[in-house]
């Protein structure tokens, strides 16, 4: 491999060896992974204005990462485990984007990012086997390899309701947070009551004068059990580093704690009711889910047996009978688990109120805030809109990518998305995805780290036959799309209306999204594909006509 590029002049180039889209954790790995050890010649371009993705979008107050911090972050170096310091057993998003910008500096990042650049195009040109890269600003580039890194809770999805331009107040989308937002004294309303809703309504509500909470769907929620680390047990963590992450590779969820194989009716109900409430009382929403029991996601029965745990907790902590009774969710515990800080007691507090908007609809959004069905208009200075993401495809599709014989993106997942191994598209050669469809259902670093790798590893392989060309075949996406829907079908996951099969968004299909059989069998399918020979995948040499750009470097 030819790694004498002459560095003088690598920033005015046009033309790449790699082009990464997204500065966030896949695409920060992916620059290191191609530049600092295959010797590429890469250009990332975000159209945020630093790194960090998720954690540069996402500044609202309380937003809070539900791994343990000991796990949301890279493994692949030893040095920089030791010396990222941190003292809370959860990281909040100002402590990760410190780590993500430390990331940057520790390994140069930055000198190969474009920020403020969004790609608006991507096109693969089969005459030369490149792909053609333009941002919005009209600027075009190319290269032999795409990487994308868009993010899968990353487009934001503001729902279209009516009288929403005439607001004379302030609002928000909390994936898109100015970050210096004045909320102390005002009256605010928050659409939304997931993960990131329940963050910011349970943050804000000491500070604001009112708050109004307007909710379509009750969750449930256990605590997050956050709270100050001590330095003894960072200390025996950061020791054991070397056994942990190979464990949390292996493992289904990669959180970290001790995956439960004990079915919950194989116990006495006194016996489950003292596991559930060791979970409550620890916290963490993936450990009350997986770490409780084997089979609350696959068995109606324990499924309702921790449904029913949560909804006796509702009742107990909150005060006011009618509220409690709309915050207390009937169907199955099967979206994306949640965690608070106090997330019930809020509604305790007086300045609090809860519209439930499936009973009683947004009519819509007046100049003074927001009018509901029964004729009430809130008053509200202020609206969060916490409503998600149109999540996981949410971000290709917006970009206008193409492959062989001009195939949109959009067309190839007309039926929802697919792809092979989370990683490609057929039809898409020499394009890599990190965090694609069909992905891991996971803490997400391992998995980021494990397909940057995997896509690393590809393209080394390519680079050491000339840089030959690689698409996966149609047969192979089929046979992993239906190997995800097979393994969802097994779960209740499946029967949640959530954005983990594109349920929130108005007339997006309902479809698989997540290889939900953990990331220790993931590893393994990627492991598998490689021994043999990259199964599933066709290479062709490159043309010879198409002279590699860094052997002229
Ligand atoms: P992102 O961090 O989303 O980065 C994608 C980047 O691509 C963005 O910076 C975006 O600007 C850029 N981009 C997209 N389209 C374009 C374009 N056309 N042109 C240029 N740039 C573009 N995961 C967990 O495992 N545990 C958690 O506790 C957890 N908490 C979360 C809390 C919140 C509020 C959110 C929103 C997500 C959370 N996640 C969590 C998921 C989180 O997104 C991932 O853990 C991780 O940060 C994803 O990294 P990424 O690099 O793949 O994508
Ligand atoms: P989620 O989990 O998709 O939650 C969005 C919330 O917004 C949810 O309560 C929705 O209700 C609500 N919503 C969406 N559209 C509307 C409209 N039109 N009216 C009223 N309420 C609406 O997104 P989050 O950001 O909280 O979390 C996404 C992931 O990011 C999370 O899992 C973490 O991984 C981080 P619904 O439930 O659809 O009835």
């Not at 029991?293 to 949560?310: G, K, P, W």
């Not at 107990?316 to 800080?341: F, H, M, N, Q, W």
Request: charged residues 25%.
């Amino acid at each position: 491999m030819n790694i004498s590029i002459d560095r003088d002049t690598r920033n005015d180039s046009t033309d790449f060896d790699a082009i990464v889209i997204g500065a966030g954790f896949g695409g920060l790995y992916m620059l290191h992974k191609l530049r600092d050890e295959l010797g590429l010649h890469v250009r990332v371009f975000d159209k945020a204005g630093d790194v960090g993705g998720t954690w540069y979008w996402n500044r609202y107050p309380g937003a809070l990462s539900d791994t343990e911090t000991y796990l949301y972050c890279y493994s692949f170096d030893r040095e920089l485990l030791q010396d990222w310091q941190w003292n809370t057993r959860y990281v909040n998003q100002p402590s990760i984007l410190a780590y993500l910008n430390h990331v940057a500096d520790r390994y140069d990042l930055r000198r190969d990012i474009q920020f403020n650049s969004a790609v608006s195009a991507a096109r693969f040109d089969e005459a030369t086997q490149t792909w053609q890269v333009e941002t919005e600003q009209g600027e075009s580039y190319s290269a032999r390899y795409l990487v994308t890194a868009l993010g899968l809770l990353s487009a934001t999805n503001v729902p279209n309701i009516a009288g929403r331009t005439n607001f004379r107040g302030e609002q928000y989308h909390t994936g898109a947070w100015p970050g210096d937002v004045e909320l102390a004294g005002k009256r605010v309303g928050v659409i939304g009551t997931g993960s990131t809703g329940i963050q910011v309504i349970t943050a804000i509500a000491p500070e604001v004068a009112h708050l109004t909470v307007f909710q379509r769907t009750p969750q449930y929620s256990v605590p997050v059990g956050n709270g100050i680390m001590p330095a003894a047990e960072i200390a025996a963590i950061k020791a054991d580093y070397d056994n942990i992450w190979p464990r949390v590779k292996r493992s289904m969820t990669a959180f970290g704690f001790e995956e439960s194989t004990i079915p919950a009716m194989s116990v006495s109900a006194d016996t489950r009711r003292a596991v559930f409430q060791k979970a409550w009382d620890e916290g963490g929403g993936f450990r009350f889910m997986f770490g409780t029991f084997s089979d609350i996601v696959t068995d109606e029965a324990a499924n309702e047996a921790a449904a029913e745990f949560v909804r006796g907790k509702i009742a107990e902590i909150v005060d006011d009978e009618e509220t409690a009774r709309k915050l207390t969710p009937r169907g199955y515990y099967a979206k994306r688990p949640l965690c608070d800080s106090g997330y019930y007691a809020v509604y305790n507090r007086d300045n609090v109120a809860l519209v439930d908007v499936r009973e009683n609809p947004i009519d819509e959004i007046t100049e003074r805030g927001i009018r509901t069905t029964d004729g009430i208009e809130h008053e509200l200075d202020v609206i969060i809109f916490a409503t998600g993401f149109d999540a996981v495809d949410g971000n290709y599709v917006k970009i206008d990518l193409r492959g062989r014989g001009g195939e949109t993106i959009r067309e190839h997942w007309r039926e929802g998305p697919t792809s092979y191994l989370g990683t490609t598209v057929s039809g898409f050669p020499n394009m890599f995805m990190v965090l694609g469809p069909n992905g891991p259902f996971t803490n997400l670093p391992p998995s980021i780290e494990t397909q940057v790798e995997w896509i690393s590893d590809c393209i080394k392989d390519l680079e050491s036959n000339g840089g030959a060309v690689i698409e996966a075949t149609r047969a192979a996406e089929d046979d992993w799309t239906r190997t995800c829907q097979a393994i969802a079908d097994e779960t209740l996951f499946s029967k949640g209306e959530s954005w983990i099969f594109g349920a929130n968004i108005p007339g997006k299909k309902h479809t698989v999204m997540f290889f939900m059989a953990g990331l220790g069998a993931y590893r393994d399918a990627l492991a598998s594909v490689v021994d043999a020979d990259y199964r599933g995948f066709e290479r062709r040499p490159r043309r010879v006509s198409e002279p590699r750009k860094l052997a002229a470097g």
